[in-house]
């Protein structure tokens, strides 16, 4: 099983809650740290008793395999514990805004997570293109006291698939191996028994060398070789008849 964890990039459809630290109209760049910091948050505050929403997009997913669930994380605290402020974790999924239970909140930071083994549009299984389209936001609650978040992001578990065997359909080069015919004159034909190569369907190129031919009862020798690909030597001995 595989991670991959993506943070907001940019505002949602919805930014409702009432203050941030410092001033900001966006949101999400608040909550967007790797390392969360303490100075720069978004809190429920000025209207008591009611639940106050954003929405975050995120960027676009780099992973692919099977998606067995995605997990939500929020990092929040409301400033007393009493009377208690509450949290709950939401992502839209197409025109579908689903919610965590109500979380209750303490008087220090936490991590709290939701997971979702679904998309809530449809209940089917979690599509690379759902994460793309995916909003992941928060919602809190306050009585008298503030409620904040300073972090946000969401992680996709998802399954690398089983490397598969490729067989390709064009073939590669080929090599085979022949026995070249060298014509040394117009009266003699020798064969090799050696093999030469020939690689990539290309003939190799045969230089004659060395020709001598003594007349009457002397012998005579001849070599030759292929030039680039191989080399080839051969001797041999011939009497001609005496005039």
């Not at 608040?30 to 000025?46: E, H, I, K, W």
């Not at 359909?169 to 026995?179: D, K």
């Not at 190129?205 to 001849?222: E, H, L, S």
Request: aromatic share 10%; charged share 20%.
């Amino acid at each position: 099983m595989a991670t991959e964890t993506l943070r907001p990039n940019a505002t949602g459809d919805e930014t409702n809650i009432e203050y941030e630290f410092p001033v900001s109209t966006a949101h999400w760049d608040l909550l967007n740290d790797v390392t969360p910091d303490q100075n720069r948050y978004v809190a429920a505050f000025g209207t008591p008793n009611t639940w106050q929403r954003d929405l975050y997009n995120l960027p676009a997913s780099s992973e692919s395999g099977t998606i067995d669930f995605i997990k939500v994380y929020a990092r929040s605290y409301t400033s007393d514990a009493s009377p208690i402020g509450e949290l709950k974790i939401v992502v839209k999924a197409t025109a579908t805004i689903d919610e965590s239970s109500a979380i209750t909140l303490t008087g220090s930071y936490v991590v709290y997570s939701n997971q979702w083994n679904t998309n809530p549009a449809d209940s089917q299984a979690w599509e690379w293109a759902d994460i793309d389209a995916l909003q992941i936001g928060i919602a809190l609650r306050y009585a008298t006291v503030i409620s904040q978040c300073n972090q946000i992001y969401v992680e996709v578990d998802y399954t690398i698939p089983d490397p598969q065997l490729v067989t390709p359909t064009t073939l590669a080069h080929t090599i085979t191996s022949y026995i070249p015919t060298i014509a040394v004159s117009d009266h003699i034909t020798v064969t090799p028994t050696t093999l030469a190569l020939i690689l990539d369907r290309h003939t190799p190129t045969i230089v004659i060398t060395d020709i001598d031919f003594p007349i009457y009862n002397t012998r005579y020798k001849a070599s030759w070789k292929k030039t680039k690909e191989c080399e080839i030597r051969a001797g041999w001995r011939q009497k001609f008849p005496h005039y």
